[in-house]
């Protein structure tokens, strides 16, 4: 929980974190090694120096390092975790979604769990996605578009077997669908993150939101046309936060944007933890003034209760949490002893 100066709480939601496993051990090819060694360019390129993080630590991290970056340091209330598969270049796979669900048991209340699914698995996949929605009550999943699968190298949500998947979702009562569009990931391919066909699979399942992540960059003004026309298409700010720090006029651009074309009712916050820490986002974040001439032409302001929406009451709203209720259960969970000694400042 964030505490402004004035000694406001801040409640915050991360939608998109990870535990994932990129080390060398569980590399099944040379794309596993391209893979992670782009995320760790990312991370490197747009992190402040300070928060660099060896390489070897960034391949693979432990559940105490998690615990602590994401709700010790990380002023973070409840995470969502975010799982990626990609089979093909790891063995035991990138995520993991029974790893996650050992954190989401352990910490009810702290953690959501959210699955995934690849409509090229066919009908079988469509038995293991009813199997992970009842074991692990799934309320969302994400998605790869570009996930490669034997020779193919992409799959769109206009697909015929996409449908068959959505509208099991409809069934299952997994309402959320996050799907990245936008930036590619080494060897991945660009074109297969193309934000266009979210347009046909909104318009085609109005009853589930479709939270686009990294809002289709650098595709933003595709994104934007879609969204101000498909009120179930919301904004996932994973990637565009670190912009605050190395391009924070570019972030100012991006935010408005959004703003402007959407409303502040439909943009989440996401760290994308474990490439980024979600603590010097959300600080900087709660310092951030968009510069005049950009709110000016855009007609946009930045407030504390827009930020409060972007933080935290937005995604409480799809994932349907009672925030004061949840502040009230997660103030003495076995977490919160555990949150007041590694942070004594905050307490």
Same mark, same amino acid.
């Given at each position: 929980m964030f505490r402004t100066r004035e000694g406001e709480e801040i409640v915050v939601i991360d939608a998109h974190i990870a535990w994932w496993d990129g080390s060398q051990e569980n590399q099944r090819n040379v794309h596993g090694e391209q893979f992670i060694s782009c995320f760790y360019d990312y991370h490197r390129n747009l992190s402040p120096k300070e928060r660099i993080w060896p390489r070897d630590k960034f391949y693979k991290y432990d559940r105490e390092t998690l615990l602590r970056d994401v709700f010790g340091k990380g002023y973070v209330d409840v995470a969502i975790f975010q799982p990626v598969p990609l089979i093909e270049f790891y063995r035991n796979g990138f995520g993991d979604v029974a790893k996650n669900a050992t954190l989401v048991q352990e910490y009810p209340g702290r953690f959501i769990g959210n699955g995934y699914f690849d409509p090229r698995d066919?009908?079988?996949?469509? #038995? @293991?996605? #009813?199997?992970?929605?009842?074991?692990? &009550?799934?309320?969302? @999943?994400?998605l790869y578009t570009a996930e490669w699968r034997g020779n193919s190298k992409g799959y769109k949500l206009s697909d015929d077997w996409s449908y068959r998947y959505l509208e099991k979702c409809e069934s299952l009562g997994i309402r959320n669908i996050h799907v990245h569009k936008g930036p590619t990931i080494t060897p991945l391919n660009r074109d297969a993150f193309d934000v266009a066909d979210v347009d046909d699979a909104a318009s085609a399942f109005p009853n589930l939101n479709f939270i686009v992540e990294h809002v289709g960059l650098p595709r933003l003004e595709d994104f934007c046309w879609i969204a101000t026309q498909e009120k179930n298409v919301y904004a996932g700010?994973? @990637? @565009?936060?670190?912009?605050? &720090?190395?391009?924070?006029?570019?972030?100012?651009?991006?935010?408005? #944007?959004?703003?402007?074309?959407?409303? #502040?009712?439909?943009?989440?916050?996401?760290?994308?933890?474990?490439?980024?820490?979600?603590?010097?986002?959300i600080e900087k974040f709660m310092d951030f003034e968009l510069p005049r001439d950009i709110a000016e032409e855009t007609g946009v302001e930045l407030t504390l209760p827009v930020?409060?929406?972007?933080?935290?009451?937005?995604?409480?709203?799809?994932?349907?949490?009672?925030?004061?209720?949840?502040?009230?259960?997660?103030a003495h969970d076995a977490l919160a002893a555990q949150i007041s000694s590694w942070t004594p400042a905050r307490a």
């Open positions: 066919g009908e079988r996949g469509l #038995e @293991v996605l #009813e199997y992970l929605a009842e074991t692990y &009550h799934l309320q969302g @999943v994400k700010l994973a @990637v @565009v936060m670190p912009f605050i &720090h190395s391009r924070p006029r570019y972030f100012a651009q991006i935010l408005s #944007e959004l703003l402007y074309w959407l409303d #502040e009712d439909r943009i989440l916050f996401g760290s994308d933890y474990a490439i980024w820490e979600p603590d010097w986002l930020k409060k929406k972007i933080l935290a009451e937005n995604a409480a709203r799809l994932y349907r949490i009672d925030i004061e209720a949840r502040k009230a259960e997660l």
